[in-house]
């Protein structure tokens, strides 16, 4: 069970029809990434992290990670800001832009230059900043949905304290990944103290962190959460989102990968096409025998008619030299 057998459901204030949705992901969950994830069985998802500074400097690069939103729904934008004001005039510019179902408010992401702006992870360690961001926020009527990890001092009573202060503040979901900031992206997530939030917060808290198949899924949806949120998973198997087998021919999963590279060539160039495509090509074919030569055979494409062309006739690659393990 992923939780995608529940068609309609409200959760944070936004109408879903699952219970797995996609995550940001910084390069990754440009519009036609997302629209290939929906296809596929994600029943939200997210834009990538965008800056909130960006935004007011009208930065041509931040600017277009608002495209497309018009054609998704829900779709919740996240920002990062370091401060509440540029964190709500950002908001402002981005809803005469397009139409979200949410706000999310990045206050999970432990990278250095992030944290140096004291936007990310570094509000873990700002309360009082974090609880303003979100009351100020949630004046525009949207619902705000701050993305958090567990707390700096690796305590569970204090990741629960600031869930609360957050919600208290107006947050109408608190999206918790298990794992500080310190470990960046080592380790293993903390389920425990994402199971403690949940039981403390019921229907308010999405689980994130270490989501890789539908075991785990089923396992964050029995600890209590009320959606679960697939990052890099969405990477490693695409079909994550998707109820029942994948298909079994390899020229079929080559076509979602035709479809999704023409998608962003026409929206972000040539050069994105080829260079995001190399991420999914290991995960589509998982599980197919011939995978490993036939990624590098991919990867070897110097652009994405190239790239593509070997897609369309990878089935007489399978067939022809589909000699080692996937």
């Not at 890789?212 to 695409?238: H, M, N, S, T």
């Not at 999914?280 to 652009?303: L, P, W």
Request: hydrophobic letters at 40%; a positive charge; one cysteine or more.
């Amino acid at each position: 069970m992923t939780g995608q057998e529940i068609k309609q459901s409200v959760i944070g204030r936004v109408q879903v029809e699952g219970k797995v949705w996609l995550a940001p992901l910084a390069g990754i969950t440009v519009p036609a990434v997302r629209r290939f994830f929906r296809e596929l069985g994600a029943a939200l998802t997210h834009t990538e992290m965008v800056s909130s500074s960006g935004l007011l400097m009208k930065n041509r690069k931040t600017v277009e990670m608002l495209k497309g939103a018009e054609k998704e729904s829900p779709l919740v934008l996240q920002l990062f800001a370091g401060d509440v004001q540029s964190l709500v005039e950002s908001a402002g510019i981005a809803l005469s832009a397009a139409d979200f179902a949410a706000f999310g408010i990045n206050m999970a992401c432990p990278v250095p230059k992030v944290r140096k702006k004291g936007a990310g992870a570094q509000l873990l360690s700002s309360r009082g900043l974090a609880v303003e961001m979100v009351r100020e926020l949630a004046k525009t009527g949207l619902p705000v949905w701050p993305k958090i990890r567990k707390h700096p001092s690796g305590s569970n009573a204090e990741t629960l304290a600031f869930c609360g202060a957050l919600l208290d503040a107006g947050a109408s979901l608190i999206c918790l990944h298990g794992r500080t900031p310190q470990q960046l992206y080592t380790g293993t997530a903390d389920r425990q103290v994402v199971q403690e939030a949940c039981a403390a917060f019921p229907g308010r808290v999405a689980a994130s962190g270490d989501v890789f198949d539908k075991d785990d899924i089923a396992d964050y949806l029995q600890r209590g959460a009320a959606a679960v949120l697939v990052a890099r998973g969405a990477l490693r198997d695409p079909f994550l989102f998707r109820d029942g087998i994948p298909p079994a021919e390899p020229l079929e999963r080559a076509l979602f990968l035709v479809r999704l590279g023409d998608s962003i060539k026409e929206e972000n160039g040539p050069k994105a096409a080829s260079s995001l495509i190399k991420r999914f090509v290991s995960g589509m074919f998982k599980g197919i025998r011939g995978n490993s030569s036939y990624r590098r055979e991919v990867a070897s494409s110097t652009d994405w008619l190239e790239m593509r062309e070997k897609l369309c006739s990878c089935i007489h690659y399978f067939d022809e030299r589909g000699n080692d393990d996937a």
